[in-house]
């Protein structure tokens, strides 16, 4: 091959190589910088925020049966598993006398056995109410305005993997002090449930506040000013962002509801960095509504 034509074949591949950087730069050029904002829609919702507790199954009526006296058993009138009524002969003595149960339940740990002679306070039997269960919460002393007899709740057993319906039934009216804390006893019965077993350990969740129909956001949307005031960011008529203030209602620590700023549709756009932690902005689990005055 002349030189000539070596000459005229490395300028070809250097412009077929200039060429090709030109149009990636050019490509570069024109893409689209990635946009520093997420957007979100708000929309119309329900925000349900909850008192949580923890507790232990128990039952609400057990009698243990006991000797009062130095005595002999002369007969047991019941087995263990058996269901008893208020008033049915338990256990008689040599000297005539009957003991009978105080309550309705199961008949159940028979400690002793007939002809036996016992001394006074001998646990003798245990009658159980298996039926009617119930769980002891303890309440912090600036809560219990809110936890109301007759309010429903909701308990949790991890054991069963189960939720069933439970019920106020009363709460003290003298509170425990504890490490300078104040707390009061709830008592909350549940509903009948077969797989319930006494000792079950729980979550018990009652309603603290509730709004249906409102218009919501994730609370990652919120911005905050220098004076820790919420705002948002929507875009005008030309597409730029601008700052909204708004004011808020009830949050569950996921989502906010909006009162004022913001309807329902509305497309609302920030920053992937922003977050509000550090924030003073209730959190869902406290009894606030967490409005913006």
Do not use: C, H
């Amino acid at each position: 091959m002349s030189k000539k034509r070596k000459s005229a074949l490395k300028w070809i591949v250097f412009g077929v190589i200039a060429a090709t950087v030109v149009g990636l730069g050019v490509t570069y050029i024109r893409k689209p910088a990635p946009s520093p904002y997420e957007s979100v829609v708000a929309k119309t919702g329900d925000i349900t925020t909850y008192y949580s507790f923890s507790g232990n199954v128990e039952t609400k009526d057990r009698q243990t049966v006991t000797s009062e006296k130095v005595m002999q058993i002369s007969e047991i009138k019941v087995k263990e598993g058996e269901l008893v009524k208020e008033g049915t002969v338990l256990i008689k003595t040599s000297a005539g006398e009957e003991i009978k149960s105080k309550i309705q339940g199961e008949i159940v740990n028979i400690n002793v056995e007939e002809k036996a002679q016992v001394m006074a306070g001998t646990k003798l039997l245990e009658v159980v109410d298996y039926d009617n269960l119930q769980i002891k919460v303890k309440v912090d002393e600036y809560d219990i305005g809110a936890i109301e007899k007759g309010k429903e709740a909701t308990v949790k057993l991890g054991a069963i993997n189960k939720e069933i319906k439970g019920k106020i039934s009363s709460m003290s009216k003298e509170g425990q002090i504890t490490n300078g804390v104040t707390f009061f006893t709830a008592i909350i019965d549940l509903e009948k449930d077969e797989s319930v077993r006494i000792g079950m350990s729980a979550e018990v969740k009652i309603i603290s506040n509730q709004v249906n129909g409102v218009v919501t956001l994730p609370m990652t949307a919120l911005q905050f000013n220098e004076n820790n005031k919420p705002y948002i960011l929507k875009k005008d008529e030309s597409g730029a962002e601008t700052r909204t203030e708004v004011t808020t209602g009830l949050n569950d620590g996921i989502v906010v509801e909006v009162k004022s700023g913001l309807v329902s549709g509305e497309t609302v756009y920030y920053t992937k960095t922003s977050t509000t932690e550090g924030m003073n902005f209730p959190g869902g689990g406290m009894n606030n509504t967490g409005g913006d005055d």
